[in-house]
């Protein structure tokens, strides 16, 4: 048996559990559990993961990249328009 901290809310016949919560669950049960809710559950053992950090990243460089585009590409600012219909002469 091991201790496992809850990452997610998780309510089922099981139980009822908070974010944050710690347990302690046989193999089998925490194999269950995240089956059930992928991710629900973390072992204690292993610390949490860090929150991700919102940096804005400066260029590296300073000089202005050409603009190029693919030659098949059509331009964005255009209207892609459908081909001629042929009519019969009949």
Do not use: N
């Amino acid at each position: 048996m091991s201790l496992y901290r809850f990452r997610k809310p998780y309510i089922s016949h099981v139980g009822t559990w908070s974010v944050g919560d710690v347990t302690d669950f046989d193999d089998d049960t925490a194999a269950w559990l995240l089956r059930d809710v992928a991710g629900c559950i973390e072992s204690v053992d292993v610390p949490p993961a860090p929150e991700p950090t919102t940096t804005t990243a400066e260029p590296t460089s300073t000089t202005p990249e050409p603009e190029t585009r693919a030659q098949d590409s059509p331009p964005k600012d255009r209207q892609v328009k459908r081909a001629t219909r042929k009519r019969g002469g009949g």
